[in-house]
């Protein structure tokens, strides 16, 4: 690693091209590419298509478009490449895979073979069970003899494979929300790293990304906070290092609810078509952020320098309300 990266700060922008980009993605987006471009480090894009469903090129495609109106332009990523191509997660499944075979062969996931049928039967048998909170998963398959898992995969059963959580408890800081601890509870089950499918989870992939794409600091929405002493616990067994994180409040509508595709007028090309200036969406977060008094139109460029994320995590400790017109 050369001394020019190791002293850089390296963020990202990791959305999931299930949809067109709105607000809530600007927000985030805006943050991050505030926090990086104000400590000249780099910032990058990756595209999380690993759900083939939901997945679209044409929204993929989309977002950078998107990013670019705003004014947000990645230094790296998908659409412009870079040392840690590809950056589609889709592309990087080798990457998946030989990370999982490792934590296979060193007994760190374990096969789980919870059906949904066999979850209700075994939460309704923890209801009446005295054993101490329920953690690993609803079946306890971490706990099943090798036999046991042998016949089950004879019987034509296919597991998901779990990651056997080290922890039970953290600390950290958060660069928005402070200090942060977490303790395991009850129906904190292991992350699913592998689906019987074959496809990886997203705990998995994330790790696995951020870790090679060398990411110094994660900045996301606080819906992610509990993701985070798993992800943190991840790295660690991946001998990989462990990014700061900062969680931001989320953008909500009058009812309490993220902003999504179903607030269709909120996408950034809505409001695009219906002649708003990206300079006007700026300068409304901004405002939010308390980089500026005013929501005053303006360029990401003229905000370099005024982010406080403490500032942001105590002005706003919950959600924030956009009304949509
Ligand atoms: N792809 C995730 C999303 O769009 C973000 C993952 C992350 O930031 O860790 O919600």
């Known amino acids: 690693m050369s ?8 963020g990202r922008f990791a959305p999931s091209p299930t949809g067109f980009l709105h607000l809530g993605h600007a927000w985030v987006a805006l943050l991050s590419w505030l926090q990086v471009r104000g400590s000249g480090g ?6 999380e298509d690993l759900d083939p469903d939901r997945s679209r090129d044409v929204y993929a495609e989309a977002l950078r478009e998107d990013l670019t109106w705003l004014g947000l332009d ?6 412009v490449g870079g040392l840690h191509a590809p950056y589609r997660q889709s592309e990087r499944v080798d990457r998946y895979e030989a990370a999982f075979r490792a934590l296979r062969e060193r007994g760190e996931v374990y096969p789980c073979f919870c059906t949904r049928s066999r979850v209700r039967e075994a939460e309704r048998g923890a209801a009446l069970a005295p054993h101490g909170p329920l953690t690993g998963c609803p079946g306890r398959c971490a706990e099943r003899p090798e036999r046991e898992r042998r016949r089950l995969v004879a019987e034509g059963e296919r597991p998901h494979w ?7 408890r953290d600390e950290w800081e958060d660069g928005c929300r402070g200090h942060q601890s977490w303790e395991r509870g009850e129906g904190n089950w292991d992350p699913i790293l592998r689906r019987r499918d074959g496809t990886f989870g997203y705990m998995l992939a994330v790790v696995v990304d951020d870790g090679e794409m060398q990411i110094t600091d994660v900045l996301r929405g606080d ?13 660690g067994t991946l001998g990989l290092p ?33 002649g708003v200036k990206p300079e006007a969406v700026i300068g409304r977060l901004a405002a939010w952020a308390g980089c500026v008094e005013r929501p005053e139109p303006c360029r990401p460029g003229e905000l370099i320098g005024l982010l406080d994320l ?14 949509e017109r």
């Open 3 to 10: 001394a020019v990266m190791a002293e850089g700060i390296r």
């Open 42 to 47: 780099s910032w990058v894009l990756r595209v």
């Open 74 to 79: 990645p230094d790296e990523g998908f659409g």
């Open 162 to 168: 779990r990651y056997r959580v080290r922890r039970s």
């Open 223 to 235: 819906d992610l906070l509990t993701a985070t002493p798993i992800q943190r616990d991840l790295f």
């Open 242 to 274: 462990v990014p700061r994180y900062a969680h931001v409040p989320l953008l909500v509508d009058s009812a309490g609810r993220r902003l999504s595709k179903r607030h269709g007028a909120l996408a950034l090309r809505e409001l695009r078509r219906s």
């Open 310 to 323: 403490a500032k942001v995590g105590r002005r706003w400790p919950g959600r924030i309300v956009v009304q």
